[in-house]
């Protein structure tokens, strides 16, 4: 991938102030699309990873709840013990909004990549394993195309309605993509970008 992906935007976890940013970013999409906040006790105990343009802006953001604060916020609606292995250190990956001026995904330029490359640096960093999340079903096959599998466990989400739970084996994706040539494989093993700081 070209060095250049991503120009002019950041991608770190968020120090005290950008985490209210974020929040602020989150209430006010979760607000106008879902009719909800998407607040709750997680937002305190999590990491949260953003996206920033050259203005300094919040234009994207995730949160990620690590092994240490399970039962994570999932957990009360579908049980994951079973996918997760003894030995493994598990986390939960929600909330992710992305400003609406920054959605569409153009060659070389999308924010959902960056997004991901951001996520894959810090579960190395922290040593995370997995990932668990819950998909709206229009959203499956965006997760499938950044490397999550669906896990045929559904539920009724009380913000999302419908959702899908999907799973990312970090392990498995280093194993069977390092030495793959696709894009995504590329940008997660063999490109350095210093816009993205963990």
Known sequence: MASNLLEGLTFKVADDEERLRALELRTRI?????????????????????AKDSTGSVVACLRIVGPEDRPFDIERLVDISPFVQTGKSPAEISRFCVEPSHRDIAPGHTIHLGMLK???????????????????????????????????V????????????MHLDLDGVRRRLQHASTPVAQLLF????PNVVV
């Open 190 to 193: 063999h490109t350095d970008l």
């Open 118 to 152: 951001l996520v894959y640096e810090f579960t190395l960093r922290y040593h995370i394993t997995d990932l668990f999340t819950l998909v709206m079903p229009h959203l499956i096959t965006f997760y499938r195309f950044i490397l999550f599998k669906p896990l045929h």
């Open 154 to 165: 559904n539920c009724e989400h009380p913000i999302f309605g419908s959702a899908h739970l």
């Open 30 to 50: 979760y607000t106008q699309e879902l009719g909800t906040t998407g607040q709750d006790r997680f937002d305190t105990l999590a990491f949260h990873l953003i």
